[in-house]
């Protein structure tokens, strides 16, 4: 377990505060370094005398303190800790966060964080089923900010249902759980699909969203690695503390990959289409009632191919996703001996048309010598499983 964390700990308006003083204590018998700010709601339920007494630290509540500002404090404050933990998460500053404002010290911290951000919810059930908690919290997990809870039981306001914060221990547990080591790696993960112009209007495309691969990049983003996203025409969202570089074609692709140094880790999840349009049209073709038009298709660059053959920089491990619609194993099999890729994440899409834009996957994990199958479970899930698998195999070799 990493003993050296240091949290920075924010303390929002909601009953449930008084367990932030026993948090504190266990993270600090825990030998974890805790700053705290406190919201002018957080102020109202437990005392900055209380909070500095059990950090043993300095207690943050205004934005515009000459003295704290004098060195930049909003920015500092998430610059010199790993992370940042927002227990009691309330209702209030979830929303000011899902909407980008910064009206206060918390808010304007969490705003300008580089760092891995966790909120630990605490409210009333009906305002966490209300529609609009439930988007923002929708719109924070889809930019890669992490949950704690909440539980169900019965609540400080005497009704029962889903509102309690989570259990000081279980915080504990879930952040050491998360940020056991931070891993020293270089990532590259491709996702998307590629577009291969026909003329300026017109294109061959294929049905990837993007959504495994940008999750992919997400979890090992979570763990510290250093990643490189490289992504095809895709609508899904992806956090802004990624590095991404858009591309459209698979030329740009390679293009993009090429100049990508020290690849530690490839993870080829990306569509990329095997052929591409000979000599696009500059201008958009005409309809004729008498001319087909003639396509010519040529191969595209082997992306995979490349990464897993090349001789100087080969990265350590070089995984590919392969959508079969027959045969699933064997077509695996065969495309991870012909590319001379280590590992592959094999689906069958015939089964599972939904597999193409929907949250959810079933994976057969093929290497040399093993077939490992991922029951339906989550994307989120399966980048999760996959980088901790690629941590093990990293440090077993
Ligand atoms: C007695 C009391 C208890 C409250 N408990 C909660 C709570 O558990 N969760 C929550 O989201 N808001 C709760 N609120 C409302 C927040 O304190 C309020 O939205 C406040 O503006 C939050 O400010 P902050 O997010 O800046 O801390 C409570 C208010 C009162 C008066």
Known sequence: MNKNLKILLIISGGIAAYKSLELIRILKKNNIKVQVILTKGGEKFVTALSVASLSEEKVYQDLFSLKDESEMGHIRLSRENDLILVAPASANIMAHTAAGIAYDLATTVLLASNKPIYFAPSMNVEMWNNPITQKNIKTLKENNYNFIGPESGSLACGEHGNGRMSEPEKILKYIMETNKKKINLNI????????????????????????????????????????????????????????????????????????????????????????????????????????????????????????????????????????????????????????????????????????????????????????????????????????????????KN
């Open 188 to 395: 590259l993960v491709t996702a998307g699909p590629t577009y291969e112009a026909i003329d300026p209007v017109r294109y061959l495309g294929n049905k990837s969203s993007g959504k495994q691969g940008i999750e992919i990049a997400k979890a090992f983003q979570n763990l510290g690695a250093n990643v490189s996203l490289v992504l095809g025409p895709s609508k899904e969202n992806v956090p802004s503390n990624i590095n991404t570089i858009n591309i459209q074609s698979a030329k740009d692709m390679f293009e993009a990959i090429k100049k990508i140094k020290n690849i530690d880790i490839a993870v080829c999840a990306a569509a990329v289409s095997d052929w591409k349009i000979d000599s696009p049209s500059k201008n958009k073709i005409k309809k004729s009632d008498t001319d087909k038009p003639k396509i010519n298709l040529s191969l595209n660059p082997d992306i995979l191919y490349y990464l897993s053959t090349n001789k100087k920089n080969r990265p350590k491990l070089v995984i590919g996703f392969a959508a079969e619609t027959e045969d699933l194993i064997k077509n695996a099999q065969e495309k991870l001996n012909k590319k001379n890729c280590d590992w592959i994440l094999a689906n069958d899409v015939s089964k599972n048309p939904e597999i193409f834009g929907g949250d959810n996957n079933s994976i057969s994990l093929i290497t040399k010598s093993n077939i490992e199958e991922w029951n339906t479970i989550t994307k989120k899930e399966v980048a999760e499983k996959l980088a901790s698998k690629v941590i093990e195999s990293i440090e």
